[in-house]
């Protein structure tokens, strides 16, 4: 008899002892790495010929399937991150940042390294670059406080431009 209450003894505390043991791992288990990344988005449209020459979006139109580029640079000026990025139906592009490291917060941060630029646009009457919000030599980054999350997901959201392309034939203004 004191056998079989040793044996129940002893199997409470092993099962006692294996309950404690998977709680204290759920307990104390590392949560899951959230994963951010750096997100640039912004608007490309063609000028109209009447605002040629100024930053004027007046009469512009979205270019669906324009190219833009994100340029990243490290702290010694060298490119880091490159890709290009297509604009959407309504001229907006939505551009994550995949791969995107920083080796120094400060210097390298998006809004420091990086710039869009225009690459190409689909419209024949509508294909040279215009420099509207540096879209010719990169237009700087805006931080906006917008931000996706998710369980495990975080986006930081920045904005450039709006950028436009202009037409190759415009026609002459006489005063």
Same mark, same amino acid.
């Given at each position: 008899?004191?056998? %079989? %209450?040793?044996?129940?003894?002893?199997?409470?505390?092993?099962?006692?002892?294996?309950?404690?043991?998977?709680?204290?791992? %759920?307990?104390?288990?590392?949560?899951?790495?959230?994963?951010?990344?750096?997100?640039?988005?912004?608007?490309?449209?063609?000028?109209?010929?009447? %605002?040629?020459?100024?930053?004027?979006?007046?009469?512009?139109?979205?270019?669906?399937?324009?190219?833009?580029?994100?340029?990243c640079k490290n702290q010694r000026d060298q490119v880091s991150y490159y890709k290009a990025f297509e604009t959407d139906g309504n001229g907006y592009f939505f551009a994550e940042l995949e791969g995107f490291k920083m080796s120094h917060y400060l210097l390298e941060h998006p809004l420091q390294s990086c710039l869009v630029k225009l690459v190409s646009s689909p419209l024949e009457n509508c294909s040279l670059l215009s420099n509207l919000n540096y879209g010719m030599y990169g237009a700087p980054l805006r931080y906006e406080k917008?931000?996706?999350?998710?369980?495990?997901y975080e986006a930081v959201i920045y904005a450039a431009g709006p950028l436009a392309f202009r037409p190759a034939d415009c026609p002459t203004i006489h005063y």
């Open positions: 008899m004191a056998s %079989n %209450n040793l044996t129940i003894v002893i199997s409470s505390l092993l099962l006692l002892q294996l309950a404690f043991t998977a709680f204290a791992d %759920n307990e104390y288990a590392p949560a899951a790495e959230k994963k951010v990344d750096v997100v640039v988005e912004g608007m490309v449209y063609c000028q109209s010929c009447k %605002n040629f020459g100024t930053w004027s979006l007046s009469d512009a139109e979205p270019i669906p399937s324009a190219k833009v580029s994100v340029i917008k931000k996706l999350m998710g369980r495990n």
